[in-house]
């Protein structure tokens, strides 16, 4: 059956299979706060595989479509490709993981065996500097460049690249990256910086908007519209007039889309969370570990879709701002 709700379907689970990564992006600063003594999550509090495949099956009954793999890194969690391919079992499902890319060179090979169709790549800017400076990072971007190369070989594409713009950082990088990518096949997705999580500092003055980041892209590589795909997708989609290639915009702050959001979140202990910028979880693991048949995981997950009634983008204030919200790094993006 498929869940609506103010004109929402659950389209897509993005399950974050590991609070650990190995840089700390924009979104995850500052060190202080997840530093190397940051305490985890122990073992025995985080998903199996076997209880993340079950519920992605669950979650497909109520409509999912795609499930998104993400972090923390993915990457980092120990025998990740035995998950892809337990889950790539799951009929009619679009597999898909998102990765800072640091590992993707050695990993891409045994991730496209395992089952995985394609890869989401974090990458910030071309220039070593501004990189490091939004992800605190001590990897060149050379490394991430390879991941995306080895992915493409494998055939783990079309591969997105995923550019969170943040005024003052790298702004200056955004008509460069897409020139980088104008013509590969990649799809360059620009990304408003989004006050997701608590500990970023954010502020309304570091975001370049979706609709300046178009106008400096234009001014240089003339583009059009294109129609989305289906209702719901995050990023508005442009096209270069010289038909060579795409680029999407995802502006969460400026355009905010609420009510056509599709995405169900679950967190690594197991907790269902309806919105990115979510102030607490639905209890999962708890209904797995005591017995629930899939029929009553079902329909715990349907009463907490229904009821959803998440806008933070659409409501975005001073008042909401400091609100403790959930990291990102914990559920992904």
């Known amino acids: 059956m498929l869940l609506d709700t103010l004109n929402r379907s659950l389209r897509d689970l993005r399950i974050s299979v590991t609070d650990r990564c190995?840089?700390?992006?924009?979104?995850?600063?500052?060190?202080e706060v997840f530093g190397g003594d940051f305490q985890f999550l122990e073992r025995e509090q985080l998903l199996t595989f076997e209880e993340i495949t079950r519920l992605a099956r669950v979650f497909v009954t109520l409509g999912a479509e795609k499930i998104r793999l993400t972090g923390g890194e993915?990457?980092?969690?120990?025998?990740l490709e035995r998950l892809i391919a337990m889950l790539s079992s799951i009929p009619g499902v679009d597999l898909t993981l998102t990765t800072n890319g640091s590992l993707l060179a050695q990993q891409a090979q045994a991730l496209k065996d395992a089952?995985?169709?394609?890869v989401t790549v974090s990458l910030d800017s071309l220039d070593d500097a501004a990189f490091k400076a939004m992800n605190d990072v001590d990897f060149p971007v050379a490394k991430v460049l390879a991941g995306i190369a080895a992915a493409a070989a494998v055939g783990l594409a079309p591969i997105k690249i995923n550019m969170v713009v943040k005024r003052g950082m790298n702004e200056h990088?955004?008509?460069p990256m897409a020139r980088h990518f104008k013509g590969t096949g990649h799809i360059l997705r620009f990304i408003e910086y989004m006050d997701v999580?608590?500990?970023n500092g954010w502020r309304l003055d570091d975001v370049v908007s979706a609709a300046e980041i178009i106008s400096l892209l234009d001014a240089e590589l003339p583009l059009e519209p294109v129609a989305p795909?289906?209702?719901g997708e995050v990023a508005n989609l442009w096209r270069y007039s010289d038909g060579s290639g795409e680029i999407g915009v995802i502006a969460s702050v400026t355009q905010a889309f609420c009510r056509d959001c599709t995405p169900a979140r679950l967190s690594p202990e197991g907790s269902l969370y309806t919105c990115l910028f979510g102030l607490s979880g639905f209890d999962l693991?708890?209904?797995?570990?005591?017995?629930a048949s899939d029929e009553e995981l079902a329909r715990a997950i349907g009463r907490v879709w229904q009821v959803r009634g998440d806008r933070y983008s659409e409501i975005r204030s001073a008042a909401t701002v400091?609100?403790?919200k959930v990291e990102i790094s914990h559920i992904g993006g």
């Open 22 to 31: 190995n840089f700390r992006c924009v979104y995850c600063m500052p060190k």
């Open 74 to 79: 993915p990457l980092v969690r120990r025998n």
């Open 115 to 118: 089952g995985l169709q394609r």
């Open 173 to 175: 990088s955004i008509v």
């Open 197 to 199: 999580g608590h500990t």
């Open 229 to 231: 795909n289906y209702r």
């Open 285 to 291: 693991r708890a209904r797995v570990r005591d017995g």
């Open 322 to 324: 400091h609100l403790t």
